[in-house]
């Protein structure tokens, strides 16, 4: 994602876009709905599957291979100093709310170690990972306190950027992205937006 900034464009506020090598520019990478389970792997099909780069990955590693090819593409694309600055996670990071658990693996487990090496190939910071919990982020389990649903998601990444609670009721982050590049007057808002999910609460 490329953004449009809000500049002084000929002496007039308004939204204009800058050419990318200028400071005020910055790239974004989005990725969204990752399901990871505890294996960290693809289920394999009940059809027999011919094809030489799926059977590839119903073998390797997800993350790994995702990460190889993010890399092979940004490479092929751009200059190292055009790389995203920053990821954006819009939910789902897992499947299971955190029950999946395998031979002393964890679908969040998966999911970190993940989004952990996309972080180190782009050479930024955790913290300039920026996540939201999706539905299948949440523990539905019966009987539990609002905040506590989210428990494992806000500890698995709590080393990256997301939206927490204040108590048991949801707290949005603001996220400023100055940072990422002089003078970029974008804000972020992270919202926890499975607690509009319909699901009566418990509480």
């Known amino acids: 994602m490329d953004v449009a900034l809000r500049s002084h464009c000929g002496g007039t506020p ?20 990752l399901h990871f389970k505890s294996t960290g792997r693809v289920d394999k099909p009940h059809t027999v599957v011919r094809d030489a780069d799926f059977e590839r990955a119903l073998t390797d590693d ?31 990071i897992v499947d299971a709310g955190g029950k999946d658990a395998a031979n002393g693996s964890s679908e969040f487990a998966e999911a970190i170690k993940f989004l952990k090496a996309i972080a180190k190939l782009l050479n930024i910071d955790d913290e ?8 299948h982020d949440v523990d539905w389990s019966d009987n539990l306190p609002q905040a506590q649903r989210f428990g494992n998601f806000l500890q698995t ?20 992205l100055q940072k990422l590049s002089d003078g970029l007057d974008v804000e972020l808002l992270l919202l926890i937006s499975p607690t509009f999910s319909g ?3 418990p509480d």
Not at 74 to 85: G, S, V
Request: include cysteine.
């Open 199 to 201: 699901m009566a609460d």
């Open 128 to 135: 300039n990972v920026y996540v939201v919990p999706g539905n």
């Open 62 to 92: 997800r993350a790994d291979l995702f990460v190889h090819d993010l890399k092979r593409m940004l490479t092929d694309k751009w200059p190292r100093d055009q790389w995203p600055r920053a990821v954006i996670v819009t939910g789902d």
């Open 157 to 176: 990444t709590k080393d990256l950027t997301t939206p927490s609670f204040r108590g048991n009721v949801p707290d949005p982050v603001v996220v400023p």
């Open 14 to 33: 308004r939204l204009c876009h800058q050419p990318f090598g200028d400071a005020m520019a910055a790239r974004f990478l989005v990725v969204s709905d």
